[in-house]
C-alpha cells in the first residue's frame, strides 16, 4: 500500500526513500554502541537470510550477562500512569511506596483506572472499582502528602520527584540529571507547559489527547520524530560554530547530510509500514483486510496531522510525511521487547509478609487496610514501548540460547539479555519474540504478527 497522498510525501520523495534505505551496517556505529553498554563480547553482523542479527565474540556460560541495553526511545503507555508513577526518562518508580500506593488509591476514588494494563491503546474508563475496601480521603491524602508513613518503608527507599524543566505536570523525573537529558532529547518540543519549545502546545495537546483516545503508539513516535529533530538542530549548530556551513546561505546540500546524520540511530532500526505489517485482529474479517489497513494508514494521517501543527520544523519536512511515521510506528510494532519494570510496592508487600509473626501482626494492623483497598492489582509494573538499538538486532529462535530476563538489581527501564545455556564465540545470539512452550501452530501464528515464518531446527522437526 503506498504511502498517502499528503504533499510532503509527494514532494519529499527522494529524500524519503532515503531516510527509508536500510544502510549497510556502519561497524563504527555499533561499535559505539557496545563499547557505551560495556558488552564488549557482541557484533552486528548481517547473516544474509534474517538481514542483521547479533553474534557472540566471546564465549558465554549459562546465566552470563549478555547485554544490558539502553534504549533509544521508550514512552509508559498512557493507560499505566494512573497505576504508577515513573521517571519520564529512565522509567525508575519515584517518590515513595506511600505516594505510589497513595497515587493509585486517589485515581479510583476519581473513578479513573486503566481499563487493561496490556492494553497498546492508552484509553483510561471512568466507574467506579467494584469489590475493593474504601478508605477515606483524608488517609489516601496524607500518604500522598508524605504525612502518614508505612512501617518499614524506609527500607524501600525511592528517588524523590524531580519536576518538569518546561513546568509541565505530565512529566516527572528520578533526578536533575534525567530531568536536563530528556529535555534535551525529547521533552523540549514535546512539554506543554511554559517553557516548551513547541510552537504550538495547543496541538500538542490535541495531539497528545488523540494519541490517548485512539492508540498511544503515537506518543513514541513523536519521541522519535522530536529527537532527530533535536540531534539535527544540535549538529547543525555545532557545524556552525566550527565554521563548517554558511550562516548567511543555508544549503540544502549540506543540511540533508546532518538530517540524515541526526536519522542514523532509527535509520538502524528494522521497519515497515504500520499499516502493511500490523496483524489482522482476531474480529476482522479477512475480505474486510483492505479496508481495515485503510483506517490504519487513515489514524496515522490524523495523528500526523496534529503532531505536524505542533512541532513542525521545515529544515526538517521530510520526517513529518506519511511514509516516515508510518514507518517509525512500524517499527515499534516489529521489535519486540516491550518496556517493563517491575514495581516495588510488590516488594514492600512481599517484604511484610515475610517478617517474623510479631512483627508482621503489628505491621498488618495498617498495612492491610491498603493492601485490601488495592485489591488484587495492588501492584502493577510500569509498562510501555520502546525501542532497543542493540536488543532490537537480535533474531528469533523456538529454541533459543538468550532471553530478556529483569534482575533483582534491575530497577530501571533498560533491557537485560542473559545466556539461557552457554554461548559459544561466533555463535548467533537469539530469543524468542513469544511464549516458545507453545505448540508449533500457535507459535507460528504469533510469529506471523513479525513478518515471518520460524525455520528454527524445532520448527522443522516440528512441522506438519
Ligand atoms: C527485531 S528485528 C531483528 C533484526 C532484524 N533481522 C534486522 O535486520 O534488523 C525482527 C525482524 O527480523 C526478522 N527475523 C527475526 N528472526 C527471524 C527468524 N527466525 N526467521 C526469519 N526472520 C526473522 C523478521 O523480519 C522480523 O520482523
Given at each position: 500500500?503506498?504511502?498517502?497522498?499528503?504533499?510532503?510525501?509527494?514532494?519529499?520523495?527522494?529524500?524519503?526513500?532515503?531516510?527509508?534505505?536500510?544502510?549497510?551496517?556502519?561497524?563504527?556505529?555499533?561499535?559505539?554502541?557496545?563499547?557505551?553498554?560495556?558488552?564488549?563480547?557482541?557484533?552486528?553482523?548481517?547473516?544474509?537470510?534474517?538481514?542483521?542479527?547479533?553474534?557472540?565474540?566471546?564465549?558465554?556460560?549459562?546465566?552470563?550477562?549478555?547485554?544490558?541495553?539502553?534504549?533509544?526511545?521508550g514512552a509508559q503507555?498512557s493507560?499505566?500512569k494512573v497505576?504508577?508513577l515513573v521517571c519520564s526518562f529512565c522509567f525508575?518508580?519515584i517518590g515513595?511506596?506511600?505516594?505510589?500506593?497513595?497515587r493509585?488509591?486517589?485515581?479510583?476514588?476519581?473513578?479513573?483506572?486503566?481499563?487493561?494494563?496490556?492494553?497498546?491503546?492508552g484509553?483510561?474508563?471512568?466507574?467506579?472499582?467494584?469489590?475493593?475496601?474504601?478508605?477515606?480521603?483524608?488517609?489516601?491524602?496524607?500518604?500522598?502528602?508524605?504525612?502518614?508513613?508505612?512501617?518499614?518503608?524506609?527500607?524501600?527507599?525511592?528517588?524523590?520527584v524531580f519536576p518538569c524543566l518546561g513546568g509541565c505536570k505530565e512529566a516527572y523525573y528520578c533526578s536533575k540529571?534525567c530531568a536536563e537529558a530528556d529535555w534535551e532529547s525529547f521533552h523540549s518540543l514535546l512539554c506543554i507547559g511554559r517553557g516548551s519549545s513547541s510552537p504550538n502546545t495547543e496541538a500538542l495537546l490535541k495531539f497528545m489527547k488523540h494519541a490517548n483516545?485512539?492508540?498511544d503508539?503515537f506518543i513514541p513516535?513523536a519521541k522519535?520524530?522530536s529527537s532527530?529533530?533535536l540531534?539535527?538542530?544540535?549538529?547543525?549548530?555545532?557545524?556552525?560554530?566550527?565554521?563548517?556551513?554558511?550562516?548567511?546561505?543555508?544549503?540544502?546540500?549540506?543540511?540533508?547530510?546532518?538530517?540524515?546524520?541526526?536519522?542514523?540511530?532509527?535509520?538502524?532500526?528494522?521497519?515497515?509500514?504500520?499499516?502493511?505489517?500490523?496483524?489482522?485482529?482476531?474480529?476482522?474479517?479477512?475480505?474486510?483486510?483492505?479496508?481495515?489497513?485503510?483506517?490504519?494508514?487513515?489514524?496515522?494521517?490524523?495523528?500526523?496531522?496534529l503532531l505536524?501543527e505542533a512541532i513542525?520544523?521545515?529544515?526538517?519536512?521530510?520526517?513529518?510525511?506519511?511514509?516516515?511515521?508510518?514507518?517509525?510506528?512500524?517499527?515499534?510494532?516489529?521489535?519486540?521487547?516491550?518496556?517493563?519494570?517491575?514495581?516495588?510496592?510488590?516488594?514492600?508487600?512481599?517484604?511484610?509478609?515475610?517478617?517474623?509473626?510479631?512483627?508482621?501482626?503489628?505491621?498488618?494492623?495498617?498495612?492491610?487496610?491498603?493492601?485490601?483497598?488495592?485489591?488484587?492489582?495492588?501492584?502493577?509494573?510500569?509498562?510501555g514501548?520502546?525501542?532497543?538499538?542493540?536488543?532490537?538486532?537480535?533474531?528469533?529462535?523456538?529454541?533459543?540460547?538468550?532471553?530478556?530476563?529483569?534482575?533483582?538489581?534491575?530497577?530501571?527501564?533498560?533491557?537485560?539479555?542473559?545466556?539461557?545455556?552457554?554461548?559459544?564465540?561466533?555463535?548467533?545470539?537469539?530469543?524468542?519474540?513469544?511464549?516458545?512452550?507453545?505448540?508449533?501452530?500457535?507459535?507460528?501464528?504469533?510469529?506471523?504478527?513479525?513478518?515471518?515464518?520460524?525455520?528454527?531446527?524445532?520448527?522443522?522437526?516440528?512441522?506438519?
Open positions: 500500500m503506498e504511502a498517502s497522498n499528503c504533499p510532503i510525501d509527494a514532494h519529499f520523495s527522494d529524500k524519503i526513500s532515503i531516510l527509508l534505505s536500510p544502510p549497510p551496517i556502519p561497524q563504527e556505529y555499533f561499535q559505539e554502541l557496545v563499547a557505551e553498554r560495556q558488552c564488549y563480547g557482541l557484533k552486528v553482523k548481517l547473516d544474509g537470510e534474517h538481514g542483521k542479527g547479533v553474534y557472540s565474540g566471546v564465549d558465554f556460560r549459562e546465566d552470563d550477562l549478555i547485554l544490558k541495553d539502553q534504549m533509544l526511545v503507555h493507560s499505566n497505576d504508577c525508575r518508580f515513595s511506596i506511600e505516594l505510589q500506593i497513595g493509585k488509591l486517589y485515581f479510583e476514588e476519581l473513578g479513573v483506572s486503566a481499563v487493561d494494563e496490556c492494553a497498546t491503546s484509553v483510561m474508563e471512568c466507574g467506579s472499582s467494584s469489590g475493593k475496601a474504601r478508605l477515606p480521603h483524608d488517609t489516601i491524602q496524607s500518604l500522598m502528602d508524605g504525612s502518614l508513613r508505612l512501617p518499614y518503608s524506609e527500607n524501600f527507599p525511592l528517588p524523590i540529571s483516545e485512539t492508540n503508539i513516535a522519535v520524530i532527530t529533530i540531534r539535527y538542530r544540535k549538529l547543525k549548530a555545532a557545524h556552525f560554530k566550527l565554521g563548517k556551513l554558511d550562516t548567511s546561505n543555508p544549503h540544502d546540500s549540506w543540511l540533508f547530510p546532518l538530517l540524515l546524520e541526526a536519522w542514523k540511530p532509527v535509520s538502524m532500526g528494522f521497519k515497515k509500514r504500520w499499516w502493511d505489517c500490523i496483524a489482522l485482529p482476531d474480529d476482522v474479517d479477512s475480505c474486510d483486510e483492505a479496508d481495515f489497513r485503510l483506517q490504519i494508514k487513515d489514524l496515522a494521517s490524523e495523528s500526523l496531522q505536524k513542525y520544523d521545515k529544515e526538517c519536512a521530510p520526517l513529518f510525511s506519511l511514509d516516515i511515521y508510518g514507518h517509525i510506528i512500524g517499527m515499534f510494532e516489529l521489535n519486540n521487547l516491550d518496556l517493563v519494570v517491575a514495581s516495588p510496592v510488590e516488594d514492600y508487600f512481599l517484604y511484610i509478609d515475610d517478617l517474623p509473626p510479631s512483627q508482621k501482626k503489628e505491621a498488618e494492623k495498617m498495612t492491610k487496610s491498603f493492601l485490601d483497598a488495592l485489591g488484587e492489582e495492588y501492584s502493577v509494573s510500569c509498562q514501548t520502546a525501542f532497543f538499538p542493540l536488543q532490537s538486532c537480535m533474531n528469533h529462535s523456538c529454541i533459543p540460547n538468550a532471553k530478556a530476563f529483569k534482575r533483582e538489581e534491575d530497577k530501571d527501564g533498560q533491557a537485560t539479555i542473559i545466556a539461557l545455556r552457554p554461548i559459544s564465540k561466533e555463535e548467533e545470539i537469539t530469543i524468542s519474540y513469544i511464549d516458545e512452550d507453545l505448540p508449533y501452530g500457535e507459535r507460528q501464528e504469533q510469529l506471523a504478527d513479525y513478518g515471518f515464518t520460524c525455520k528454527c531446527p524445532r520448527c522443522i522437526e516440528e512441522a506438519p
